[in-house]
T-cell receptor
């Protein structure tokens, strides 16, 4: 059974460019989470979805960030325009409401030059 | 918002030793998880434990929700236990707040 899949694993881009991160949750899971990890701020929840509907986006840092979940097997996190301070590891996780433990993907390491 | 404090921040053990990691939280929670982040960055879910005690091999965890703390026990530590251990709590729905972690290094 495949775990949470994220792509790309590494992304290097220049300031001002659009960045799109992708996530495929574990099949059957009805919750999906996007996190960001930095040395300064640790692990922060950005947004989470239930049954493809955004429930809480209070952690999204600013309007440059947006997330979508068009279907149960795919989600994107977009940054437009990107800035150097967005450099971080972005994790996607999924969960089953009846069990509640979250399972993380391998992360995308984003570097904005 | 809720505060999550983990202690100790850093821990060095000799292989075979036992250890206890602590997580204190400032408000009532309805979910609590322990994670291990290995040296390659992968986050592994160890326990979902909003209350009570669970065991999985050499690891066990206890949460005393009324006193707002949780403990993670590692027995007979191995070098592969090295990494960062995170406690994460939720107060409503699935909104999750992570502690700063305990960095563990196990020496051979």
């Amino acid at each position: 059974d495949a775990g949470v899949i994220q792509s790309p694993r590494h992304e290097v881009t220049e300031m001002g460019q659009e960045v799109t991160l992708r996530c495929k949750p574990i099949s059957g899971h009805d919750y999906l989470f996007w996190y960001r990890q930095t040395m300064m701020r640790g692990l922060e929840l950005l947004i989470y979805f239930n049954n493809n509907v955004p429930i809480d986006d209070s952690g999204m840092p600013e309007d440059r960030f947006s997330a979508k979940m068009p279907n149960a097997s795919f989600s994107t996190l977009k940054i437009q325009p990107s800035e150097p301070r967005d450099s971080a590891v972005y994790f996607c996780a999924s969960s089953l409401s009846s069990q509640k433990g979250q399972f993380f993907g391998p992360g995308t390491r984003l570097t904005v030059l | 918002g809720i505060q999550v404090e983990q202690s100790p921040p850093d821990l060095i053990l000799q292989e075979g030793a036992n250890s206890t990691l602590r997580c204190n939280f400032s408000d009532s929670v309805n979910n609590l998880q322990w994670f291990h982040q290995n040296p390659w960055g992968q986050l592994i879910n160890l326990f979902y434990i909003p209350s009570g005690t669970k065991q999985n091999g050499r690891l066990s965890a206890t949460t005393v929700a009324t006193e707002r703390y949780s403990l993670l026990y590692i027995s007979s530590s191995q070098t592969t236990d090295s990494g960062v251990y995170f406690c994460a709590v939720g107060t409503g729905g699935f909104k999750t707040i992570f502690g700063a972690g305990t960095r563990l290094f196990v020496k051979a």
